[in-house]
C-alpha cells in the first residue's frame, strides 16, 4: 500500500511517490535536466528574464500566423506566468497581425457558488488575459470575441472548439502539487481509496470543475492574493487531458516562482523515464508526442537544505 500524503492524508499527491524516485530527483543537478530530453521530450534552457519570456510570447504569434481561413488555429494559454501577456499584445501591433482567424483558450477559471467567476472577480483568469494582452491589441487587429473561448460550468462548447480549430500549442506553468491548468491530483476515496486512478482513467477527463487540493489553494494565495487563503475559492474549472491531447505540442515554462526546485526535477524525470502517475498529474504527459520543458536557468536552483 502506498504511503499517505504528507500534506493531506485525504488526498493523492508526489509525497505518496516511493522514496527511491523521490530521492533521484532531489539529486539532479541543474545541468542533468539536459540530458533528460528524449524524442518526444524536449527541454530548453533560458539565461535571461528577458529572453524566457519572449520566447513564451512569440509560441503565440508563432501559432497565430499559422491560421487560416481554411485551418483556423491558435494557442491555449496559463494564468501563471502572465509576463508574457503584455509582450504578446506588443508583438502583434508591432508586427501588424491581423488575428481574424485566430484562437485562444484560456485554460482554467475559478468556480464561485457554481458559476465560473464573473469577470470583474479580483482573481478571474479571463480578467488576466484581457486586461494584460487581448485589450492591449488594436481593435483593428484583435481576434473576434468568438475566437476566445473560456471554460465555463457547461463545457460543451468549449471543448468544441477544439475540434473547430486546431490548438498548435498549449502552454502552461506548473503548479507545487505538479499540475497544468487545474488538472489536480484526485482525492484519495471511493475506489482510488489505496491507489490512484490509472493513467488512462485520468486521461478520459476532459473539461469539468474540479476540487481543487489543498497544496493548490495555498500556493494561489500565495502567488496572487496576498496569502489570504480564505478568498481562494476551493474549486475551479480545467481544461482536461482530453483536450490536452488534441493539441499538437505541450509547452510547459518553468520560471522558478510557480514550483520548487524538487517541482521542476520531479516531473522532468518522470515525463523523461516515461513514468506517468496520476498522484503527479504532469507526470501523464509523458504519453503525449510532442512535450517541451522551459527552464530559466536561473530558477532551477538546487535541492541542497540550507538553513535561513
Known amino acids: 500500500m502506498r504511503p499517505l500524503s504528507k500534506i493531506s492524508p485525504e488526498w493523492w499527491d508526489y509525497t505518496t511517490l516511493h522514496k527511491d ?36 510570447a512569440l509560441e ?56 465560473e467567476a464573473a469577470i470583474d472577480f479580483p482573481l478571474s483568469f479571463a480578467k488576466a488575459d484581457m486586461d494584460m494582452c487581448f485589450n492591449r491589441i488594436r481593435p483593428d487587429l484583435r481576434m473576434p470575441m468568438e475566437n476566445i473561448h ?35 491530483p484526485p482525492k484519495r476515496d471511493g475506489k482510488w481509496k489505496d491507489e490512484p486512478p490509472p493513467p ?20 494561489n494565495a500565495r502567488t496572487s492574493g496576498g496569502g489570504v487563503v480564505s478568498n481562494v475559492p476551493s474549486q475551479a474549472l480545467s481544461v482536461g487531458p482530453v483536450e490536452t491531447w488534441k493539441s499538437e505540442k505541450v509547452s510547459i ?12 526535477r520531479l516531473t522532468t524525470l518522470m515525463i523523461s523515464k516515461k513514468l506517468p502517475d496520476s498522484a503527479v498529474p504532469m507526470s501523464l504527459l509523458a504519453d503525449h508526442p510532442n512535450v517541451q520543458f522551459n527552464f530559466f536557468r ?11
Open 60 to 115: 503565440y504569434i508563432t501559432a497565430w500566423k499559422q491560421a487560416t481561413p481554411e485551418r483556423p488555429a491558435g494557442i491555449c494559454g496559463p494564468i501563471g506566468p502572465t509576463e508574457q501577456l503584455p509582450l504578446v499584445a506588443r508583438l502583434v501591433n508591432e508586427l501588424e497581425l491581423n488575428l481574424k482567424h485566430a484562437h485562444f483558450w484560456g485554460m482554467d477559471e475559478w468556480l464561485i457558488d457554481g458559476k
Open 200 to 219: 488512462s482513467e485520468y486521461r478520459k477527463l476532459g473539461t469539468r470543475i474540479v476540487d481543487l487540493h489543498p497544496m493548490t489553494i495555498i500556493q
Open 253 to 264: 515554462w518553468h520560471y522558478g516562482c510557480h514550483d520548487n526546485p524538487f517541482g521542476l
Open 298 to 308: 536561473e530558477g532551477i536552483g538546487s535541492c541542497d537544505a540550507e538553513m535561513h
Open 21 to 56: 524516485l523521490l530521492d533521484e530527483a532531489a539529486h539532479l543537478k541543474a545541468d542533468d535536466l539536459s540530458k533528460l530530453a528524449r524524442p518526444g521530450f524536449t527541454v530548453k534552457f533560458y539565461d535571461t528574464r528577458e529572453d524566457f519570456y519572449l520566447a513564451e
Open 150 to 184: 473560456f471554460p465555463k460550468v457547461d463545457a460543451r462548447e468549449y471543448s468544441a472548439s477544439y475540434d473547430k480549430a486546431k490548438c498548435l500549442v498549449m502552454q502552461g506553468g506548473q503548479g507545487e502539487v505538479k499540475h497544468w491548468a487545474f488538472n489536480d
